[in-house]
């Protein structure tokens, strides 16, 4: 049978594989350059059977998704920099209530309201520590539109195995593209759903460790009745103060979160088989390093590139193993340093570690990428 191709752009693709991953519900306020993603979905979930609400604003978006997941719908939002800042509380709160949902963020250049129409991707450490406190913290970075597509699923099946927030977190330059999908058939992409409670509603606890460090999670209006609170609570879900079971909580949400590590990081490696100089980008500068790979084999230096899928948890090891196999290490970002930050913690100065950032309002051209990895200096 012949695949479905379609010519979308990022947004779209995001769009329709939230819909694919069975998302059902979707609460959001207009921003630049997520806003196609919310005008899609508009009209897309009621044909499938599913909600869309236009809130007055982020924080309440966030709340709003948050109460649907609850009700047991796959729940998602999407965003950029300002209205993603302004979510890091309920962010919080879904992280150590363990709610599944999925939080899209499309960076754009900042800080406040920034650079509306051109790319940045400054909120990269922002997804990882923009909550306060231990908490776990799960993002995908996509690098193209048939990846947004495919890293949106991945997202809603990580969200409900793991039953935490996650985010997914591209640039507007990979939102805006339009490129060639194939679609693939229902069924094709394994869809995860959040595990259901196996007791009745009287012996069910919301945070019952016996079943694992993932519980099963009961829906609201199902007969169970359960308490949520944004207080370190106990497995009945109720504010405790004792020492040790507030421990026992914290560390699980975090360790469920490390041990799914093996099946949960994804990265891309290019040309990386004999590279003396290694690249390492996210989402669009990513694309533009490929190419300056290649042009750098054409000038002799063998180059390759090292792109995080999964942006957090960070893959430490293997970047540690790859500081082994490498001369130099280059961090390209459209920021002014976050990623390198990580780099440089993996590698522990067993290699030279340098740095090329942008933060002008306009992609890192593969010029610049090629130059750094060739040791050229830029007029």
């Known amino acids: 049978m012949a695949k479905t191709v379609k010519l979308l752009q990022g947004n779209e693709a995001c769009a329709q594989g939230a819909v694919y991953a069975g998302c059902r519900f979707f609460a959001g306020y207009p921003i630049t350059p997520s806003s196609e993603i919310a005008e899609i979905l508009a009209a897309s979930l009621p044909r499938v059977g599913g909600r869309f609400i236009q809130m007055e604003d982020e924080l309440a978006s966030i709340a709003a998704i948050i109460g649907a997941s609850l009700a047991g719908k796959k729940s998602m939002t999407a965003t950029s920099g300002p209205g993603f800042s302004l979510m890091q509380e309920n962010i919080g709160f879904a992280c150590i209530t363990e709610i599944p949902v999925v939080i899209v963020n499309v960076m754009r250049g900042g800080p406040s309201t920034g650079m509306p129409t051109a790319p940045g991707q400054g909120d990269i450490m922002q997804a990882k520590w923009g909550t306060q406190g231990d908490h776990p913290a799960v993002t995908m970075a996509p690098d193209s539109v048939g990846e947004f597509f495919t890293e949106t699923i991945r997202a809603f099946n990580a969200a409900e195995k793991l039953r935490t927030p996650v985010i997914v977190l591209t640039d507007e330059i990979v939102a805006h593209t339009r490129e060639k999908v194939e679609i693939p058939e229902p069924g094709e992409i394994p869809v995860e759903d959040r595990i259901k409670p196996s007791v009745g509603p009287a ?134 340093g976050q990623i390198v930050g990580e780099v440089e913690r993996s590698v522990c100065g067993s290699v030279e570690v340098t740095c090329l950032n942008q933060v002008n309002g306009e992609s890192i051209s593969p010029r610049s990428l090629c130059s750094a990895m060739v040791g050229e200096v830029q007029p």
Not at 243 to 272: G, T
Not at 315 to 325: F, I, T
């Open 203 to 336: 012996d069910y606890k919301p945070y019952d460790t016996k079943f694992g460090d993932v519980p099963p999670m009961a829906n609201f209006g199902d007969g169970y009745r359960f308490h949520v609170t944004g207080l370190v609570h106990a497995e009945d879900g109720f504010p405790t103060n004792e020492p040790d079971i507030i421990e026992s909580q914290e560390r699980r949400i975090i360790r469920k979160v490390e041990e799914a590590v093996p099946w949960l990081s994804k990265n891309e490696e290019f040309m990386l088989g004999d590279a003396e100089v290694a690249l390492v980008a996210v989402g669009s500068t990513a694309r533009a390093a490929k190419m300056a790979a290649e042009e750098a084999r054409e000038k002799g230096v063998r180059a390759g590139v090292f792109r995080p899928v999964t942006l957090w948890p960070f893959p430490h090891e293997r970047l540690k193993e790859l500081a082994g196999s490498v001369k130099r290490i280059i961090v390209a970002e459209m920021n002014l």
